[in-house]
């Protein structure tokens, strides 16, 4: 089985300033990651996820996080965010690259608030 | 191309009722699943089907959950009898072929209150 911590269940920061959103994860096996944004009132999209190669990933909207397997971290950042960036953050696992059969483990979220 | 939709977007019942909540995935996507959200908590995955079946379904809760995919397009999950511990965010997600490499696309929630 795996899990997944979000720490951080709100993470206010300035306008234009940079942000991590922590990510740890616990599995016996090898697993897939994912971060996943939500919107007010919009469904949930994919950010970026991580499934070989390079340890760094680039999503959309100018995330990135950064795979550690030896920390078991997979945390969020972005160098400089906007107004916009205000949204509900959600860490995943999965032992296949779609998610698998039996769905995505998700963390508690994490609201990133962004103060003018 | 339209996303994952979700009807209602929110339901406000009373302990011991009925609900239906209704998934409409994306067209010709093979994969649907129903995750759900109780307020704090993580969302937790409750079963998947391919087309019509169902795949796995050891996330349902209990025999009080049903949930069909009629013609393997949309999907019903109902609830009966309600009670008060079933209040959350219900997710639907669907992808394409594949549920090893296929991205889930989810929908925006139906926010479920039982009082």
């Known amino acids: 089985a795996q899990s997944v911590t979000q720490l951080d269940s709100q993470v206010p920061v300035f306008e234009e300033a940079p942000v991590e959103l922590r990510c740890n994860y616990s599995?016996?096996?090898?697993?897939?990651l994912f971060w996943y944004v939500q919107y007010p009132n919009q469904g949930l999209q994919l950010l970026l996820k991580?499934?070989?190669?390079?340890?760094l990933v680039k999503g959309i909207n100018g995330f990135e996080a950064e795979f550690n397997k030896s920390q078991t971290s997979f945390h969020l950042r972005k160098p400089s965010v906007h107004i916009s960036d205000t949204a509900e953050y959600f860490c995943a696992v999965s032992t296949m690259a779609g998610g698998g059969a039996d769905g995505l483990t998700f963390g508690k979220g994490t609201h990133l608030i962004i103060q003018p | 191309e339209a996303g994952v939709t979700q009807f209602p977007s929110h339901s406000v019942i009373e302990k011991g009722q009925t609900v239906t909540l209704r998934c409409d995935p994306i067209?010709?996507?093979?994969?649907l699943y129903w995750y759900r959200r109780v307020m704090g908590k993580e969302i937790k995955f409750l079963l998947h089907?391919?087309?019509?079946?169902?795949?796995?379904e050891s996330g349902m809760p209990n025999n009080r959950f049903l949930a069909e995919r009629t013609g393997g397009t949309y999907s019903t999950l109902k609830v009966q009898p309600a009670e008060l511990e079933d209040s959350g965010v219900y997710f639907c997600a669907s992808s394409q072929e594949s549920p090893s490499t296929d991205t889930q696309y989810f929908g925006p929630g139906t926010r479920l209150t039982v009082l």
């Open positions: 089907f391919v087309k019509e079946s169902k795949q796995d």
């Open positions: 067209s010709g996507h093979d994969n």
């Open positions: 991580y499934l070989s190669g390079s340890t």
């Open positions: 599995s016996s096996v090898s697993v897939y």
